[in-house]
Nanobody
Framework: QVQLVESGGGLVQAGDSLRLSCVVS????????VGWFRQAPGKERESVAT????????IYSDSVKGRFTISRDYAKNTVYLQMNSLKPEDTAVYYC???????????????????RGQGTQVTVSS
C-alpha cells in the first residue's frame, strides 16, 4: 500500500524558512509525480508546486514562485518543499500527493492524484 507522510511544518516568523518533507513508501513504488498543495481555513485548496519522475521540469504557482523550491531524493523516496521568505499568507496545512506515471512537467488538481498524505501545519506569524 502506498503511503505519503509529510513532516517539517511548524510555527515561524515572517521571513523565515522551513523545509517540508514527503516520504513515500514503499521504496518499490516508482514512476510517479508529486505535488504539494495547501489549504488555509476558509480558503480553497491551492496547488503549490509539482515535480515529475525523472528529468522533467518543476512548476510553481505564482504565489510561491521564486520563494519555494521543490526537489526529490530518489535514494530516500522523499520529496522536499523548501520554503523561503515565508509570509503570513503562506499559513496553511500543506499536503503532498502522488500520481502514477508522470514523467514530464504536469499540473493537476488534487482529485487527479492517486495518493495523498495527511498534511502538516505551517503557521507564519507577522
Amino acid at each position: 500500500q502506498v503511503q505519503l507522510v509529510e513532516s517539517g511544518g511548524g510555527l515561524v516568523q515572517a521571513g523565515d524558512s522551513l523545509r517540508l518533507s514527503c516520504v513515500v513508501s514503499p521504496r518499490t513504488f516508482s514512476g510517479y509525480g508529486v505535488g504539494w498543495f495547501r489549504q488555509a481555513p476558509g480558503k480553497e485548496r491551492e496547488s503549490v508546486a509539482t515535480i515529475p519522475w525523472g528529468t522533467g521540469g518543476t512548476i510553481y504557482s505564482d504565489s510561491v514562485k521564486g520563494r519555494f523550491t521543490i526537489s526529490r531524493d530518489y535514494a530516500k523516496n522523499t520529496v522536499y518543499l523548501q520554503m523561503n521568505s515565508l509570509k503570513p499568507e503562506d499559513t496553511a496545512v500543506y499536503y503532498c500527493a502522488a500520481k502514477r506515471g508522470v514523467y514530464g512537467s504536469f499540473w493537476y488538481g488534487l482529485s487527479e492524484y492517486d495518493y495523498r498524505g495527511q498534511g502538516t501545519q505551517v503557521t507564519v506569524s507577522s
